[in-house]
């Protein structure tokens, strides 16, 4: 059985690629394929499955309502799931009451997580904050796959 280990070490591998998918309101699934890292949570410090959404996605919709989030990440024949309730913390989603400062580290450590670099770190936080980006933390309730 795969562990959080094996999922940080499947997405430090080409740049966190992952197909996340949330269930839309019909029970229809919805997928993307997204950078991911694994991170300790902001408050709690429990490690959790992250990446940086932007404001206006639909998946962000369907965590509000409760969706669980599913990450899976390939390479070659091996692969890893993680299921779980996702939190969301952004400029719509702040329920740890961070401040902004806060927040800005914690896309930056995301990004980072899942093999991210920037060569302007203070563009970054602009875009960051004018796409209305947050980030999804999604708990590992479950973990899957074939080391």
Not at 91 to 103: H, M, T, V, Y
Request: proline share 5%.
């Amino acid at each position: 059985m795969p562990s959080l280990e094996t999922v940080r070490s499947f997405l430090a591998e080409e740049t966190g690629l992952a197909v996340v998918s949330t269930v839309r309101a019909d029970g229809s699934v919805l997928s993307s394929v997204v950078n991911c890292g694994v991170i300790d949570h902001p408050v709690s410090g429990e490690p959790r499955v992250a990446l940086v959404s932007m404001g206006s996605a639909a998946r962000l919709g369907h965590i509000r309502r409760g969706s669980p989030v599913t990450a899976t990440a390939r390479r070659g024949w091996k692969w890893v799931s993680v299921t779980g309730p996702a939190e969301l913390i952004g400029p719509a989603d702040n329920a740890n009451d961070l401040d902004s400062d806060r927040i800005r580290i914690l896309l930056r450590d995301i990004f980072t997580a899942a093999g991210g670099t920037h060569d302007d770190w203070d563009e970054y936080d602009r875009a960051m904050r004018d796409e209305g980006r947050t980030a999804v933390l999604v708990e590992p309730g479950r973990i899957l796959g074939r080391e």
